[in-house]
């Protein structure tokens, strides 16, 4: 793996936009830049085929998660057909493996122990030790790797706080001392909680290791806007800049623009795939200088200004596209009234379109940020997605 960061804010912002290689003559992946999130390999409604009308190369960076194969299939056949990459159809997709999501792979820290991470899966609670963990990446074969980690809540106790950190440290050195490849492909996993101490002790600790780059985790689960800024600041602060920093959970577009200002490279959420669930449609400007409304018209049907719910009843006869600048498949082929209609008919299709262009358009989102970046104007960029944002909440309120 080569990263190389090519432009960084200039009046002291931490910001920057860089380019991601993995393996000889690979395309270049622009960061900032957002891993899919996947079941068993794919996301969750686009199938094999479709994943070639995303964005490329944006949309070729994929969370994998090796508890998602814990059951099945046998390690040993996903090991005898090459790996997931074969296994998949996906020889040039990078496939990044971590152990927890926010779907089937929830972590459970009042069940891990000194033994391993226990996590929350759909067949019940598993508790997965470091040899355990890589033999699941050695037969799968991944791109990139995390390490395994005791992530815990904001409301953990300073005591706590500090086991979580002493046990990831500890599996971390188990998981290279594992790796056939010495750490080469890994990234190491921070932690720490709520604690600036322990977070900034990880680290530090974790940049001493033989790793490619760095999972920050632990967000998402509990702490406010203030703690999360200074948490982030204080992780970036303590690792080396050539290296890649990805943070996990981190997906509403405003989570997101904060871990760019703090330096962030890499996202891994499950934003899309809620929305997809909740029948939800992004919406926003792409670009934060159009104008306030979409289509004509401001949302006011239980979504927000990222955002409008498919399920209600005004979209019933509305024949507009999702968003009229959008080239996405769903866009170019469908109407609002229609994937209303999927939606009310519990068809699997409204998941698929929705899925498609929502994927689409937080792509398109993230390569503006770059743009933004590149040009020097993320601060403006920034600011003017949250002057947008509060002023159409504002207009709701007074609608209301």
Known sequence: MRFAVTKVCGGGGKARAGVLHIGSGSIGIETPALLLSTRKGLPSFVSCDLLASLPLPDSLLLHVCPTHFIEAPPLKTISNIGGLHCMLGLPDHILVAAAGDSIESLPSSEATNKFGASFDTPSGRRLVKPSDYMELVSCMKPNLWASLADEVPAWATDKRNKVSVDRTLRWLDACIALDPASGTNSFGF???????????????????????????????????????????????????????????????????????????????????????????????????????????????????????????????????????????????????????????????????????????????????????????????????????????????????
């Open 190 to 400: 921070i932690v720490g909680g709520s604690s600036i101490e322990q977070r900034r002790l990880c680290a530090t600790e974790v940049s001493k290791r033989n790793v490619s780059g760095f999972w920050i985790g632990g967000f998402g689960l509990g702490e406010n806007i203030e703690e999360r800024c200074s948490l982030l600041n204080a992780v970036t602060d303590c690792l080396p800049p050539e290296k890649p920093r990805l943070v996990s959970r981190l997906g509403l577009p405003e989570e997101v623009l904060e871990g760019v200002a703090a330096g962030i490279d890499l996202f891994d959420s499950t934003y899309i795939y809620q929305l997809t669930m909740g029948g939800f449609a992004l919406t926003f400007p792409i670009d934060m200088v159009e104008g306030e409304t979409q289509n004509g018209l401001l949302n006011n049907d239980g979504g927000d200004s990222t955002k409008i719910n498919l399920r209600a009843t005004t979209y019933r006869k509305d024949t507009s596209r999702l968003v009229d600048s959008c080239s996405c498949f769903t866009c170019q082929n469908h109407t609002r009234a229609y994937l209303n209609h999927l939606l009310n008919v519990h068809e699997m299709l409204a998941q698929i379109l929705l899925e498609i262009h929502n994927t689409h358009h937080y792509l398109r989102f993230f390569r503006s940020i770059r743009e933004a970046i590149k040009v020097g104007e993320f601060d403006l960029f920034w600011q003017q997605f949250v002057k947008k944002r509060r002023a159409h909440i504002a207009a709701a309120v007074l609608q209301a």
